[in-house]
């Protein structure tokens, strides 16, 4: 009751609003704005555990800040400088909230990679703000952002590759060695410590077809991956890089491995993803054997799996936990309509996904403590939905074209970031 008492003086206080906002506006303006403040109180309020003095205060911060943002272009960093005085523990979460749900579209930056063959895969840094590339002729770039203007420098660290041709196919980073893996397309694993540049570790043809998929255990010692052969391999990077088990039952290139959010005994496989034809494609062999998405939930412990065979083919997939502490599978289907399934029960979600004639995802993603789900297509359109109302939030089209993936920063002095 005192949360719908706060919503309707906040909705009075909104419709008083002085121009422009209401001089320039429909009220169907208004009533979109209203609706928007609406939705970040109660997100903040459930989902995040804010009372109700600290919602109240949000409030009032929220009131002022659409009044601001539609007559001056400071009005975001003063209200945040406000927001940090008021209630410094909550600036990061209510920070990403007005920016997802704000009037108007979030800047993007972009950072330009000319000078570089095309990014193949990608990964950003657990603790840091940086983002890890990998491209087509095997270079491997570290992008670290800079707190004062927001720039990048570039670190450029060299694969030591003999042959004349050469994609970096999967990158991710092991914050806690401060290491970088590099998987390649001849089936090899090269492992760098990112603050020389130097060469640790080559496991010369790991796998004996192209390295799809790298995972990190976020507590044990272990590195999935995955490859065309068709297996899935387990390492130990403290016992020498001993191969601890290898994982076999595809029938098909084995292009995604993911370890579970909820259990970490677990790991997702995916095999026989649908890929959307393109010129842009022709460097990587994509494989596809026309057959129904098979994916597999393996145990680390015992190498046993559940597997889930499906109908139809899928274009991406992830996990998601929800606020219920559910997990779910995240699926992208080659018709366009983007999934949520329950493992328990095999409930389905279906989300709205307004693409375009001929257009898929290509890469979708869920954030790991936030329930915010992302998806990209071929033709560089972003999607960005509420897992709470399930809903479409925000839609952002990238003019260079294939979205290969997405990787989220939770980094003090930065905002959440995609």
Known sequence: MELNHQIHGLQSVLR?????????????????????????????????????????QIQILLDAFLFIRETCAAGL?????????????????????LTWFSV?????????TEHLKKVTCIDVHPTEPWILTGHQEGNVCIWKTKPQDGSHEMVSIKTHKYEDYCVTSAVRFVARRQWVIVGDNYGDINVYEYDHKTLVK?????????????????????LLSSSDDKSIKLWNWDN???????????????????????????FASVSDLFVAKSEMRRTLSYAYSGSPTNI????????ESESYN???????????LTDSDQQYLVVCKKDGNVEIRERANGQVKTLETPLKTGEVITAVASHPSLPILVAGTQFGRVFLWNLTTHRLEKEHHFHNGWIEGFGFMDVERFNRSL
Not at 84 to 95: D, H
Not at 104 to 112: D, E, R
Not at 249 to 255: E, W
Request: hydrophobic residues 40%; glycine residues 4%.
């Open 310 to 320: 499906f109908s139809e083919s899928f274009t991406a997939v992830d996990f998601c």
């Open 240 to 266: 020498k890089w001993e191969q601890i088990r290898e994982f076999k039952g595809h029938l098909s290139p084995v292009l995604q491995v993911m370890f579970s959010p909820k259990d970490t005994s677990q």
């Open 202 to 222: 080559t496991m010369y043809r790991a796998h004996q077809g192209q390295v799809r998929s790298l995972a990190v255990h976020p507590t044990h010692p272990y």
């Open 104 to 112: 108007g579209t979030p800047p993007i930056k972009s950072i330009p």
């Open 296 to 303: 597999k939930v393996w145990s680390i412990d015992s190498g």
């Open 16 to 56: 008083s609003f002085p121009s422009p906002l209401v001089a320039s506006s429909e009220p169907a303006r208004i009533a979109l704005v209203q609706s928007e403040v609406i939705s970040i109180v109660d997100y903040l309020v459930t989902m995040c555990g804010i009372s109700d003095c600290q919602s109240m």
């Open 77 to 97: 960093k003063a209200m945040m400088r406000r927001l940090e005085s008021m209630c410094p523990n909550l600036c990061g979460v209510v920070a990403d909230i």
